[in-house]
Nanobody, 122 residues
Framework: VQLQASGGGLVQPGGSLRLSCAASGDTLDNYAIGWFRQVPGKEREGILC????????YYADSVKGRFTISKDVAKNTIYLQMISLKPEDTAVYFC????????????????WGQGTQVTVSS
């Protein structure tokens, strides 16, 4: 499966943004999906991951209540809806997929989209 992330940009604190992760080559129904983010000098952080069935979801404490994940089956696309954005949410955001597990650890994921930059600043 190939993943294409998009939707990043500059947003003011308190604002909202929706990232998209469009898949091709296979249906996302076969994969667990994760959203990760990375800032320079730090490890890639798993923030929100979802099992292939969508029944199981993991939210990092830093994004609970503010970020949600959803899937559009017809478009074969995953979305990351972000609200109440904070400057500390500034990072490069990545989507990833794995056919076997949904634990929110970057080393476990086999397929990655390119990153999309999110900057939260006034």
């Amino acid at each position: 499966v190939q993943l294409q992330a998009s939707g990043g940009g500059l947003v003011q604190p308190g604002g909202s943004l929706r990232l998209s992760c469009a898949a091709s080559g296979d249906t996302l129904d076969n994969y667990a999906i994760g959203w990760f983010r990375q800032v320079p000098g730090k490890e890639r952080e798993g923030i929100l991951c979802m099992s292939s069935s969508t029944r199981h979801k993991y939210y990092a404490d830093s994004v609970k209540g503010r970020f949600t994940i959803s899937k559009d089956v017809a478009k074969n696309t995953i979305y990351l809806q972000m609200i109440s954005l904070k400057p500390e949410d500034t990072a490069v955001y990545f989507c990833a997929a794995d056919a076997y597990q949904w634990a929110c650890q970057a080393s476990q994921y086999d397929y990655w989209g390119q990153g999309t930059q999110v900057t939260v600043s006034s």
